[in-house]
């Protein structure tokens, strides 16, 4: 049996982005933490740009 040359052997390690992508938790993570951050910041930079209220 001819074994093609892009053909993976069971024994050679899995890539680190194969891995990542297999990890479903790790990608539902790392998508809670990114909106988090990201909105998280985006709030406190819209609240930073507010202009001061005019107080009577």
Known sequence: ?????????SDDPLPAGQRLFDNVFLLLALGLLIMLVLYTGWGFWEIYRLPEAPLP
């Open 1 to 9: 049996m001819s074994n093609p040359t892009n053909a993976r052997r």
